[in-house]
């Protein structure tokens, strides 16, 4: 960037006569148009003053009162934010630790599920042989129905025998 000669003197607080001898001595060089490049004030002069001018009042800036309150608010902030970083780990921490509970939990309730299972497959197969005995043995016990119609047959008159004794 490109400057005239009367701005490089305010900004570097320098004499224009100072810049055109340092020109002429071969120390400073300029362009064709006149103006100077800020590379080359920097190279010879150094840091304009306009900047050290703005780092001083920075750094004046610092040793108030407000700004020593700025900074005590800023660490405790800081503080905070370190805090807030720490329970959040320690939180993650938590979710982590729960979730594993929950996985394993939920491999119990599996297994618990599969031993429900076969127990209900057991009392099934169970259920069925008893059912199965129980039908066998009905079937033996069970007179055929011949049999059956003679003792009713029987028992009636047996009824009736006994009924004529009494009133005869």
């Not at 939990?105 to 127990?119: M, P, V």
């Not at 209900?120 to 129905?145: G, M, T, W």
Request: no cysteine; charged share 30%.
């Amino acid at each position: 960037m490109n400057i005239s000669v009367t701005k490089a003197a305010k900004e570097w607080g320098v004499s224009r006569t100072t810049i055109y001898q340092k020109v002429n001595d071969g120390e400073l060089s300029r362009t064709a148009d006149k103006k100077i490049d800020v590379s080359e004030m920097l190279r010879v002069f150094g840091e304009p003053i306009s900047k050290k001018r703005t780092e001083r009042s920075v750094n004046t800036v610092q040793s108030t009162p407000l700004n020593s309150q700025s900074v005590q608010y800023n660490t405790d902030i800081e503080h905070q934010l370190a805090l807030e970083k720490l329970k959040n780990e320690h939180l993650s921490q938590q979710v982590n630790d729960q979730k594993k509970l929950i996985e394993n939990y939920q491999q119990q309730i599996g297994q618990l599920n599969k031993t429900l299972d076969k127990a209900n497959a057991s009392i099934q197969d169970f259920a069925q042989v008893r059912l199965l005995e129980f039908k066998q043995a009905e079937i033996s016990d069970e007179p055929p129905l011949e049999q059956e119609q003679e003792k009713k047959d029987n028992s009636i008159v047996a009824t009736a025998k006994k009924k004529k004794r009494w009133f005869f």
